[in-house]
């Protein structure tokens, strides 16, 4: 059990009958307000400003029993204790400035890490290797904007610091820079959140199967029937450490069954919020996937289109690429070709063979980052099309704001209440 306040040292003494020194450890005898004996274990004393959460923090460790645990918690309820908000530890860390926010949210994600490389990112988020590239970039934008306002704001010493070269050449740093942190992130989003993987195509084209060769389990029903499935039926799968969830759709198709019509409207709203889809054909009865109509699709997610049943039109196994897009041909049934599948994945989510990503990231990061990428692109045309500087000023420091949400240094109340409520107590 953790304490955490200006009172802690205090209770602990009350509780375990000694004065505890700075960082060692103290084998004691926990008791109630009338001197019985609760338990016995280790006290430790963590001085502010050397702790966790920069105040005064004991931590009581028991047996662990629930009722000697709820009776230790009881008496400490009893000096003055309350029981802490979701996260409050945390929170109160990042408040006092021992973390970042994104080094915050790296303590909930470390925790509700599904597989072992979230688990490593995570760890290294809260080690500061996200926050350090953010403040690199932070910096940079800092030089800048000093050179551009000094500029605009001291016109007498006639530096045409538009035209010499100079912001242009640093803007264009920032804008790499930005676009090498987005990348990562989004790496790092899809190894925290998982790639959510949409099988789509026409009715028996060997959705089911695919699903099922992916998923390792018979997770849906194949038929030769078509529109076997009606719903949508999802899996969480880990394709070498990345998290997949993957959702098997009703065949697309003009239907008259009231229950199939259901099933296909749920298909196109899995399909509009998904990073990727996988558009199945029947190759054997398809091959030129001449029935795809890319108007009944959203333009802005990509395709893959996977040519199923090769063992039946014997098309040798492939990857290729076309025109239309990335083009694999497998067979579900068999278990052909699911590899050069899975290795595309990994690839089209910027996961190379030999990397797992730098650290992990949350969609809100990304919206952060894209916020502030967006007013660099705007300062620069401004700066090309009308020799701006108060419009790249502007651009620069709105850039600077968004990136700064990642921390925390310019983040709203309710946005820091949102984010440590979803932490679990204690933390």
Not at 71 to 76: G, K, P, Q, S, W
Not at 211 to 225: F, K, Q
Request: aromatic content about 4%; some cysteine.
């Amino acid at each position: 059990m953790r304490i955490s306040g200006s009172l802690a040292r205090q209770m602990a003494s009350t509780i375990s009958g000694i004065e505890p020194q700075a960082r060692q450890a103290h084998f004691v005898h926990f008791r109630d307000a009338e001197g019985d004996e609760i338990d016995e274990g280790i006290l430790l004393y963590f001085p502010a400003p050397h702790s966790f959460t920069g105040e005064d923090v004991v931590e009581l460790q028991g047996h662990g029993g629930p009722i000697v645990m709820d009776l230790l918690l009881n008496r400490t309820l009893q000096l003055g204790a309350r029981l802490a908000r979701a996260g409050e530890f945390s929170e109160r860390a990042y408040l006092n400035d021992k973390i970042d926010l994104a080094q915050a949210e790296a303590i909930a994600d470390l925790i509700d890490s599904e597989t072992e490389v979230s688990a490593r990112l995570a760890v290294r988020s809260l080690q500061g290797i996200f926050s350090n590239r953010v403040h690199q970039l932070l910096e940079q934008l800092t030089q800048l904007r000093i050179y551009v306002e000094a500029a605009i704001d001291f016109p007498e010493e006639e530096i045409d610091f538009l035209s010499d070269g100079k912001v242009e050449k640093d803007l264009e740093k920032i804008i790499d820079r930005m676009e090498e942190l987005q990348k990562a992130a989004s790496i790092g989003r899809v190894m925290r959140d998982g790639m959510t993987l949409v099988i789509a195509g026409l009715p028996n084209a060997g959705k089911s199967s695919l699903m099922n060769a992916l998923s390792g389990a018979e997770a849906a029903i194949v038929t030769d029937i078509p529109g076997t499935t009606r719903d949508v039926l999802r899996e969480r799968i880990q394709i070498d450490g990345m998290p997949v969830h993957l959702i098997d759709t009703a065949g697309i198709r003009d239907s008259d069954d009231a229950v199939e019509k259901i099933g296909i409207d749920r298909a196109h709203k899995e399909i509009s919020q998904a990073d990727r889809i996988l558009w199945i054909y029947d190759g054997a009865k398809d091959p030129q996937h001449l029935a795809f109509d890319r108007k009944i699709l959203p333009e802005n997610i990509p395709i893959t289109f996977v040519h199923n049943k090769a063992d039946i039109s014997g098309q040798e196994v492939c990857q290729r690429e076309t025109e239309s897009g990335s083009e694999i041909v497998l067979s579900a049934k068999h278990d052909q070709g699911l590899e050069l599948l899975r290795n595309h994945l990994k690839t089209s989510m910027g996961l190379e063979q030999t990397t797992e990503g730098e650290f992990i990231a949350r969609r809100r990061h990304l919206d952060a980052i894209s916020r502030a990428a967006r007013h660099l692109q705007d300062g620069k045309q401004a700066m090309l099309a009308g020799m701006a500087g108060e419009l790249l000023a502007e651009d620069l420091r709105q850039s600077q704001i968004d990136l700064s949400d990642i921390t925390g240094e310019f983040s709203a109340d309710d946005l820091l209440g949102e984010i440590f409520s979803s932490f679990c107590i204690g933390k």
